[in-house]
């Protein structure tokens, strides 16, 4: 593995996030786990280290925001922009107002379940996650 970040996590290449969300702990038996994901850092409000899965806490939250960020991106969304919520402000690029209002239920219905070994969520599921939640804005 070869890195050039300030983050705790490494990112994977070759799965597109439009093809899975992809989530993953390398084990080494000399090092602590590595956590892999192909997600990648477009703001930080919760934790300058990085992501992390499998518990509600800082990492986790920060990755379901980026999550949530690179949805509405992908989708071409033209809401509102802040780069503050509810006491909380960004570190790192601003992000639309809708990603702060979804991040924290995607926390809870997906990021915050996955085994400490990781996962690999079809689009498709979370493109039905979106669409659910998203319908009627």
């Not at 084990?27 to 990648?40: C, F, I, K, Q």
């Not at 992390?52 to 509102?80: K, R, S, V």
């Not at 979370?126 to 804005?137: M, V």
Request: a neutral charge; one cysteine or more.
């Amino acid at each position: 593995m070869n890195k050039k970040s300030p983050f705790s996590d490494f990112p994977i290449d070759d799965i597109r996030l439009t093809e899975a969300l992809v989530l993953r702990r390398q084990r080494s038996y000399l090092a602590a786990p590595v956590l892999m994901t192909n997600v990648p850092h477009l703001v930080i409000v919760y934790s300058v280290t990085g992501f992390q899965f499998g518990y509600h806490g800082l990492g986790p939250m920060d990755l379901a925001l980026n999550i949530c960020e690179w949805y509405l991106l992908h989708t071409g969304h033209q809401g509102e922009r802040t780069k503050r919520w509810k006491g909380l402000k960004c570190e790192k690029a601003d992000c639309f107002l809708r990603t702060f209002d979804l991040h924290r239920e995607f926390c809870r219905d997906f990021i915050e379940r996955v085994p400490d070994e990781g996962t690999t969520i079809p689009f498709a599921d979370l493109k039905n996650w979106f669409d659910d939640h998203l319908s009627g804005q």
